[in-house]
C-alpha cells in the first residue's frame, strides 16, 4: 500500500515535477476544497454548452478528422466511451508502476486548474487507484504524443482493461467497492488528451536524473582520486571566472569530496594537465547540471499549464468551448530531449573513466584491475558493457521532437513525439545508472589498489560500495555486482 512513511501531497495550487515525483513515488494525493471547486465550475461549463446546443469539439462532435461531425445529445455518453475504447490502441510490455502513477497524477493535475470539465467523480477515481496502488496497465508505445497512455488507463475507471499484476479492470475497481463509471460528456476526451503522459513522464526523469548528476559527480571523483588527478583544476578562484552555475557547484562538490585526500596529486608534482575526462568534469556535469535546471522549469510551466482541447472558458450565461493546441507537448518534448542527451553525455564521459581506470598505461595499476594478469580478466568486458550502453545512448539521444508525421485524414499533420521523448530520457538515465555503477566498482576497486587515505567524501562512498559488493576476484558473475552498484544509484543519492 501507498502513503507509509511518505509525506502526502495535498494538490491545491498546481504540482511541481518533485510533487508529482513523490506521488509516483507512493505518496498519497488528495484534492483541496478549492480544487475541487474549480472542476465543479468547469463541469457546469460544459453542461451549459450541451444544454444550449454550442458546437464543442469531442464534446458534441467526433475527434481529430472526424471534428465538423455533430453528434446528437442521446449519444454523448457513448461518445465518451467509445474514445476511450478507440483510443486504447497501445501495444508491448505495460509501463512500470512509477511511471503510470506519475501520469495519473499529471493528469488528474491537469483537469484540477478548473478549464477541462470533468466531473470531480473523474479526478476522485483516478485518486481512489493510486492511493490503493491500483496502477492500471498501460502499455508503454503507441503514442506520438499523447492519447494511447492515459485512454488504458481510463479503460480500468470503466470496468475494462487491466491492473499490473493481470487483475481485470471490473475485478481491480470491486476489490476498492468501486462501481465501473459511466462517463459524460467530454469527459472520454480529457482522458486521453493534453500532455499528462509526457509531462509525468519527464517529471520521473527528472527526479532519476537528479540522483544520477549527484552520483556522477561522487563517481568522477572517485575515479579521479584513484588516478591520481591534480585536483588544481577544480580551484575555486578558476571556476570562479565562469558563468555556468552549474560548473561552479559541480567543481565545489569535487573539492569538497576531495578534501583530506592523500591519493591525489602533490600540485606541480606530476602531469601539466589532466586528460579531461578528468580535468573537464565541472564543464560536463555542470552543462548537463544547467541542462537540466532548465528543462525542470519547462515541466514546472507545463504543470502549472492547462493542456486540454477544447477549454471550457466563459461564463454559465455565456459559455465557450474554445479549440487550441495546448496539448501538442513540443515544449517538454524539447526539453526531454535535452535532458536525454545531457545523461547521455554525462554517462558517456564517465565510460572515458572507466577506460583509464582498467587500462594499466594510464592508471599504473594492473591490467584491468585483476590483481592475477592472465587467468583473470578483471573488469576487462564490463567497460565493454559501459561502452556498448554508451553507444545504445548515442542512437536514443535522438531527437524525437524532430521525428514528425501525420495522423488523422491530415487534421494532425504535425507530431511533436513528446511522451517518447521523455520514454527515451528515462532508458538514457537507465542505462546512466548501470555505467556509473560500473565506474563506482572499477574506481573502488583501484582506490584499494593505490592504498592511500582518501578524500573524507571519496571514502564515504567507496565504503558505501563495499557495503553492497565485495571485493572482485573472477569469482562470481560480474552481472551481478553491476546490478547491485546500478541499485545504490537508482534507490537514494550518494553519502557525500
Given amino acids: 500500500m501507498t502513503g507509509s512513511g511518505l509525506a502526502p501531497v495535498h494538490l491545491d495550487e498546481p504540482l511541481t515535477w518533485q510533487a508529482v515525483a513523490a506521488v509516483a513515488g507512493g505518496s498519497r494525493m488528495t484534492l483541496s476544497s478549492a480544487a475541487t471547486a474549480r472542476l465543479e465550475a468547469a463541469r457546469a461549463r460544459v453542461e451549459a454548452v450541451v444544454d444550449r446546443s454550442i458546437r464543442a469539439y469531442g464534446v458534441n462532435t467526433g475527434v481529430g478528422a472526424l471534428c465538423d461531425t455533430v453528434v446528437d445529445r442521446d449519444h454523448l455518453r457513448a461518445l465518451s466511451r467509445n474514445i476511450v475504447m478507440s483510443h486504447a ?3 508491448g510490455d505495460p509501463l512500470g508502476r512509477l511511471e503510470t502513477r506519475a501520469i495519473m497524477a499529471t493528469a488528474i493535475n491537469n483537469w484540477a486548474h478548473g478549464a477541462s470539465g470533468v466531473r470531480p467523480v473523474l479526478a476522485e477515481r483516478l485518486l481512489a487507484l493510486l492511493n490503493a496502488d491500483c496502477v492500471p496497465a498501460v502499455p508503454a508505445r503507441g503514442s506520438v504524443g499523447y492519447l494511447t497512455h492515459m485512454a488504458h488507463v481510463g479503460l480500468v475507471v470503466v470496468g475494462h482493461g487491466a491492473v499490473l499484476g493481470g487483475e481485470s479492470g471490473a475485478v481491480a475497481l470491486a476489490r476498492l467497492g468501486l462501481a465501473p463509471l459511466v462517463l459524460d ?24 536524473a537528479e540522483r544520477l548528476l549527484d552520483w556522477a559527480d561522487a563517481a568522477a571523483a572517485l575515479s579521479f582520486e584513484a588516478l591520481g588527478g591534480d585536483a588544481t583544476c577544480f580551484d575555486a578562484a578558476t571556476m570562479a571566472l565562469h558563468g555556468s552555475p552549474g560548473l561552479r557547484g559541480v567543481a565545489g562538490r569535487l573539492r569538497d569530496a576531495l578534501a583530506g ?22 564543464q560536463v556535469h555542470g552543462a548537463a547540471r544547467d541542462a537540466f535546471d532548465y528543462a525542470g522549469s519547462v515541466v514546472n510551466r507545463e504543470l502549472a499549464s492547462v493542456t486540454d482541447n477544447p477549454l471550457m472558458l466563459g461564463s454559465l450565461e455565456d459559455p465557450s468551448a474554445m479549440s487550441t493546441a495546448h496539448a501538442v507537448g513540443t515544449g517538454v ?10 545523461m547521455a553525455e554525462v ?30 580478466s578483471g573488469f576487462m568486458i564490463a567497460q565493454y558493457t559501459a561502452n556498448s550502453l554508451v553507444a545504445e545512448n548515442r542512437r536514443l539521444a535522438a531527437p524525437a521532437s524532430l521525428d514528425g508525421g501525420v495522423t488523422s485524414g491530415l487534421q494532425e499533420d504535425h507530431l511533436s513525439h513528446a511522451t517518447p521523448a521523455s520514454l527515451k530520457a528515462l532508458r538514457i538515465i537507465e542505462n546512466g545508472a548501470v555505467i556509473l555503477g560500473i565506474e563506482l566498482l572499477a574506481a573502488t576497486a583501484a582506490g584499494e589498489m593505490r592504498g592511500l587515505a582518501l578524500g573524507r567524501g571519496t571514502a564515504r562512498v567507496a565504503a558505501h560500495v563495499r557495503a553492497a559488493v565485495r571485493p572482485y576476484a573472477d569469482d562470481r558473475p560480474m552481472a551481478d555486482d553491476i546490478a547491485a552498484t546500478a541499485g545504490l544509484i537508482n534507490n537514494a543519492g550518494p553519502p557525500v
Avoid: W, Y
Avoid at 585526500?261 to 565541472?282: D, K
Avoid at 518534448?333 to 545531457?342: C, E, H, K, R, Y
Fill in 347 to 376: 554517462a558517456a564521459m564517465a565510460e572515458r573513466r572507466i577506460d583509464r581506470l582498467v587500462n594499466p598505461l594510464t592508471s599504473g595499476l594492473p591490467a584491468f584491475l585483476a590483481a592475477e594478469g592472465g587467468s583473470r
Fill in 333 to 342: 518534448a524539447l526539453a526531454a530531449d535535452l535532458l536525454g542527451i545531457a
Fill in 261 to 282: 585526500s592523500l591519493a591525489v596529486a602533490v600540485p606541480g608534482g606530476g602531469r601539466t594537465q589532466e586528460a579531461l575526462s578528468l580535468r573537464a568534469v565541472p
Fill in 185 to 208: 460528456a467530454k469527459e472520454g476526451l480529457s482522458l486521453v488528451n493534453g500532455t499528462p503522459c509526457a509531462t509525468g513522464l519527464a517529471a520521473l526523469a527528472l527526479a532519476r
Fill in 89 to 91: 490502441a497501445g501495444v
